[in-house]
């Protein structure tokens, strides 16, 4: 089952095929290039791997539905890498499973990686940690689970037979967290060597926050490019800041469809040796297990080439861009605006972003004109002047041209700024993935589509 990023989730076929493919292609290839970047990586240590257990239906005829994500209890060796003990991947409620990641890795003083699929769980278990340190400190000195969390009885027993009093390392917790939470993975676990997560597309603002202040002088490694179709490509360069991806060539075939064509009636695919360096283009991929030239909605740049395979970089999704007008301003142009116009509102930092086109709101638009309604979590400010809302408008207009034309003509109306109280792109997320069940495949979609998404961010607005 897709996430449901850019439309609908989708139900796909999955074969042990596919897994191997996974694991041979990719997993082992960017083991060994973690390895060579991070030597201390390999070291006998524990991971605080991040997941979260699915709750997988099946159709009529048995075939089990659910993400396509391998859990950790799918082998017990596998359990031996991680901080957190088999019973709390029993746990479906995604609060207290996540408590549990948080507890036992905070007994472990020598945790070495903290790994998630993406850079945004990542950031919201910390955001967790700073909201129930005390709490959590607490179990860690007596050696219990609070009873805040709903857990089965059983689960709970099984559990608490893993514990053991600790009050020396709830002491050295509680001094650090007292201290803040600037810098605070390392201050908590002082031996980590990364953390292993995607940070590019619409995980790049997460990354920059871990990196700016919980993770503070960590290395991220973004090792997939990858979808619920299959593997695409692997980073074979974990050092480099822009993240780039080899495609994988005996994962899936790869066409490819240049971008200034995808508007046209017809047009002729490309494939790997055709592509030209620093060129965009649409992937159309061919599996083994049924998709045969599937358009996926990538759009890449191919950044240059690896013997003669084409490294990418990922750009954007298609069905995440806004167009009210035939203006097409996709997501990595909106959010370069974005971070420009929050660099000149002192004091701001981008917690989590939004869009919608007016189109979809009905009454609550706010505007006779079409246009963009945006809408923001930042931290450090309370609330934005005219002025400075107006400003997010003036970079975009700086950076497209064809949008700041529509703007001129009055084609577009100014966009609408607005600030929703902290947490609501949290609860925002869990509405969604209630739905799907896709947690650990979960994107932020950018471009929201649906006006009950958008009715209830209008029902967060603080300002």
């Given at each position: 089952?897709?996430?449901g ?5 989708n139900?796909l076929?999955s074969?042990?095929?596919t897994?191997t493919?996974?694991f041979?292609?990719g997993?082992c290839v960017g083991?060994d290039?973690m ?9 006998l240590?524990?991971?605080l ?6 709750t997988?239906?099946h159709?009529?005829?048995g075939?089990?539905?659910?993400p396509n994500?391998s ?9 031996y890498?991680?901080?957190?003990p ?10 207290d499973a996540?408590?549990?990641?948080l507890?036992?890795?905070?007994k472990?003083?020598h945790?070495?990686?903290?790994e998630?699929?993406f850079c945004s769980?990542v ?6 940690l700073e ?12 050696g219990?689970?609070?009873?805040t ?5 059983q689960?709970?027993l ?6 053991r009093?600790?009050p020396?390392?709830?002491s ?7 201290e ?17 997560a995607?940070d ?5 603002i997460?990354?920059?926050?871990l ?5 503070k002088?960590?290395p ?7 979808a619920?179709?299959?593997?695409i490509?692997?980073n ?8 780039q991806?080899?495609l994988?060539?005996r994962?899936?075939f ?22 030209e360096?620093?060129?965009n ?5 061919t ?5 045969y030239?599937y358009?996926?909605?990538?759009i890449v740049?191919?950044?240059g080439f690896?013997?003669?395979c ?11 861009m ?7 301003v996709?997501?990595?142009m ?5 971070k420009?116009a ?14 919608a086109?007016?189109g979809i709101?009905?009454d609550?638009?706010g505007g006779?004109?079409?246009h963009?309604q945006?809408?923001?979590e930042?931290?450090?400010v309370?609330n934005l002047?005219?002025e400075?809302r ?13 949008y700041r034309s529509?703007?001129i003509k009055g ?7 607005q600030l929703v109280?902290q ?5 925002l997320?869990?509405?969604m993935?209630s739905?799907?069940?896709t947690?650990n495949t ?14 209830f961010l ?6």
């Amino acid at each position: 089952m897709t996430s449901g990023t850019s439309g609908s989730s989708n139900m796909l076929l999955s074969t042990k095929d596919t897994s191997t493919d996974f694991f041979l292609q990719g997993v082992c290839v960017g083991v060994d290039a973690m390895r060579k970047a991070f030597p201390g990586s390999l070291s006998l240590q524990r991971t605080l791997k991040l997941f979260y257990s699915p709750t997988v239906c099946h159709s009529e005829g048995g075939i089990p539905i659910g993400p396509n994500s391998s859990t950790p209890t799918s082998s017990k060796h596998m359990l031996y890498l991680y901080t957190t003990p088999a019973p709390a991947f029993q746990v479906l409620n995604e609060r207290d499973a996540l408590y549990l990641h948080l507890l036992f890795a905070l007994k472990d003083p020598h945790v070495g990686t903290i790994e998630s699929n993406f850079c945004s769980s990542v950031f919201y278990a910390f955001r967790a940690l700073e909201e129930r340190w005390e709490e959590l400190v607490d179990d860690v000195e007596v050696g219990g689970i609070s009873r805040t969390l709903e857990l089965d009885g059983q689960v709970r027993l099984a559990l608490e037979k893993l514990l053991r009093p600790d009050p020396g390392r709830a002491s050295e917790l509680r001094a650090q967290f007292s201290e803040g939470f600037q810098g605070i993975a390392l201050r908590v676990w002082p031996h980590l060597h990364l953390v292993l997560a995607v940070d590019s597309g619409s995980n790049h603002i997460y990354g920059d926050l871990l990196r700016q202040h919980y993770c503070k002088d960590l290395p991220f490694y973004s090792l997939f490019y990858a979808a619920t179709e299959g593997l695409i490509g692997v980073n074979l360069w974990p050092l480099e800041e822009k993240r780039q991806y080899l495609l994988c060539p005996r994962s899936m075939f790869c066409e490819f469809l240049p971008e200034e064509d995808l508007d046209s009636e017809q047009f002729q695919t490309l494939r790997m040796h055709q592509v030209e360096e620093g060129k965009n283009y649409e992937l159309v991929i061919t599996n083994a297990t049924g998709l045969y030239r599937y358009r996926i909605g990538d759009i890449v740049k191919v950044a240059g080439f690896h013997n003669q395979c084409p490294v990418v970089e990922f750009l954007y999704r298609r069905g995440q861009m806004l167009n009210v007008r035939g203006e097409k301003v996709s997501e990595a142009m909106f959010l370069g605006a974005l971070k420009n116009a929050v660099s000149q509102w002192p004091g701001a930092k981008l917690v989590d972003y939004c869009c919608a086109e007016s189109g979809i709101l009905g009454d609550s638009s706010g505007g006779a004109q079409p246009h963009y309604q945006v809408f923001l979590e930042l931290k450090g400010v309370r609330n934005l002047t005219e002025e400075q809302r107006y400003k997010l408008d003036c970079c975009l207009q700086a950076d497209s041209a064809v949008y700041r034309s529509f703007r001129i003509k009055g084609s577009i109306g100014p966009m609408r700024v607005q600030l929703v109280s902290q947490g609501a792109f949290e609860e925002l997320k869990g509405h969604m993935v209630s739905f799907s069940n896709t947690s650990n495949t979960f994107k932020m979609h950018r471009v929201i589509r649906k006006k009950e998404y958008a009715d209830f961010l209008l029902g967060k607005t603080v300002s």
